[in-house]
Nanobody, 114 residues
Framework: QVQLVESGGGLEQPGGSLRLSCTAS????????WGWYRQAPGKQREWVAT???????NYRDSVKGRFTISRDNAKKTVYLQMTSLKPEDTAVYSC????????WGQGTQVTVSS
């Protein structure tokens, strides 16, 4: 069973920045596409960003230009740099492969509020 451990969330004011990290216990990490997902209270989980094995990235429209996904294959870690945060970014953020597998980590809470 692959374990995913997310960290880096917290309370941030609108316009602020946070950097999320996700480390996977997967023995083979580099060949997979990885993604960040989020789930706001009362809403379904939604895709945020993905990064392929070759480093190609893709983002949902609402975060384009504000969020940056990256990866460090040696550390088996995926990052999400979030800037210009908005209250609507408030959610629990999780990482997984893309498309996601059935297992999920605990996620990390991001709250954007003044």
């Amino acid at each position: 069973q692959v374990q995913l451990v997310e960290s880096g969330g917290g309370l941030e004011q609108p316009g602020g920045s946070l950097r999320l990290s996700c480390t996977a216990s997967r023995s083979i990490f580099s060949i997979y596409t990885w993604g960040w997902y989020r789930q706001a209270p009362g809403k379904q989980r939604e895709w945020v960003a993905t990064i392929t094995s070759s480093g190609f990235t893709n983002y949902r429209d609402s975060v384009k230009g504000r969020f940056t996904i990256s990866r460090d294959n040696a550390k088996k870690t995926v990052y999400l740099q979030m800037t210009s945060l908005k209250p609507e970014d408030t959610a629990v953020y999780s990482c997984n492969e893309a498309p996601p597998r059935d297992y999920w980590g605990q996620g990390t809470q991001v709250t954007v509020s003044s």
